[in-house]
């Protein structure tokens, strides 16, 4: 008779979770972010991949090795182009969403916020983040209350 061993570990969510909705490409919003909060995101090449979902979704990232705190801006949609092969179809190719965090549809960006953060400095973080142009609206969201949390830990 063999054992089997679980272990009941949790992953920390030790990150602070800003959800953004805009209207503004990815690269502008992060220029523009930049310029509002006086930080460098700098895209990251590869973006985000996931193996499960078959996609990557765009990030930028910014660290301070002074302060040992890192902010992160990621998409939560990737819109593919799916090529359909039924002659019965109408068209030819088809878009499909694939979506971060499925149970947040509505948000285009999350900014991640990792490191030492008190709770009252997001407040006015967010309304410099909702004075940008092109910015529909921005509100922290607890990561605990997350389904898919776990792709949030990189």
Known sequence: MSKVLTLGYEFEHDYSLI????T???YRLA???NKKLNINLICEPKGLEFTDKNCSFIQFNYYCNIEYYSWSLIANKHIFTVINTDKNYLFEEDSKISYLIN???EVD???K???DIDINSLH???QNIKKIQGVV???TINPLTLKSKDYLIF
């Open 19 to 22: 959800a953004i909705n805009s």
């Open 24 to 26: 503004l490409e990815d």
């Open 103 to 105: 149970e947040k549809k």
């Open 31 to 33: 220029y523009l972010l």
């Open 113 to 115: 916020f990792s490191g």
């Open 124 to 126: 006015p973080l967010i």
């Open 109 to 111: 960006y999350f900014l």
């Open 137 to 139: 609206t921005s509100y």
